[in-house]
């Protein structure tokens, strides 16, 4: 019944490694996106593809590099972790023809030491 | 680019009292304006929405309204309940080609009993 899922929930890691983070979703969206949320719960947008084309690139470090293997999933692969990159992360989508309908998953936790 | 001012950042009510939230957009190209609402440990939910050529609309106890001239919108709760507290974001976008949905800074509502 889930819209959009994410694994893990909670990620806990070192300085340096490399994770990823997964999301699918079963709404039949065209348009999938990864935010980015601080500790102040501001939301930036961080990616956006469309039919598992990439569409919007939002000046992130080439350490994040997003991937979609079909227009239902896009993975999000994070290189050489920092610190600073401990936040909350949100997978979302969205119809196509109503962009701004976003649905967005439970989120992933990610704490970098 | 688009920018969203939110005001305010936190907001105290009494159970039962009325709640609003006011936001602020810059570009005259948005003309759709979504309001999410996040609980704790939750991804951000779509829980009214408002397009620019309406000015008001309404959804039991919530309502948004739309100052296109002012470029102002705002969401008001009525009847407030406990259950209404979380994370409120405003949020606005040109619903046409790919824009990015731009989200105001959110405002955390507490409603007490």
């Known amino acids: 019944d889930t819209a959009v899922s994410q694994t893990p929930k909670y990620l806990v890691t070192q300085m340096g490694n490399d994770k990823s983070i997964k999301c699918e979703q079963n709404l039949g969206h065209d348009t999938m996106y990864w935010y980015k949320q601080d500790s102040k719960k501001f939301l930036k947008i961080m990616f956006s593809y469309n039919n598992k084309e990439l569409i919007i690139n939002e000046t992130v470090p080439n350490r994040f590099s997003p991937k979609s293997p079909d227009k239902a999933h896009l993975n999000l692969h994070i290189n050489s972790l920092e610190l600073g990159d401990s936040a909350v992360y949100f997978c979302a989508s969205s119809p196509r023809a109503r962009l701004g309908e976003q649905y967005f998953g439970p989120g992933t936790r990610l704490t970098v030491t | 680019g688009e920018n969203v001012e939110q005001h305010p950042s936190t907001l105290s009510v009494q159970e039962g009292d009325s709640a609003v939230i006011k936001c602020t957009y810059s570009d005259s190209a948005s003309n759709y304006f979504p309001w999410y609402k996040q609980e704790l440990g939750k991804g951000p939910q779509l829980i009214i929405d408002?397009?620019?050529?309406?000015g008001e609309k309404k959804d039991q106890r919530i309502a948004v309204t739309l100052n296109k001239t002012a470029k102002h919108f705002s969401l008001h709760i009525t009847e407030t309940q406990p259950e209404d507290s979380a994370v409120y974001f405003c949020?606005?976008?040109?619903?046409?080609?790919?824009?990015?949905?731009?989200f105001g800074k959110g405002t955390m509502l507490l409603v007490s009993p």
């Open positions: 408002i397009r620019s050529n309406v």
């Open positions: 949020a606005a976008t040109s619903d046409s080609g790919y824009s990015t949905l731009t």
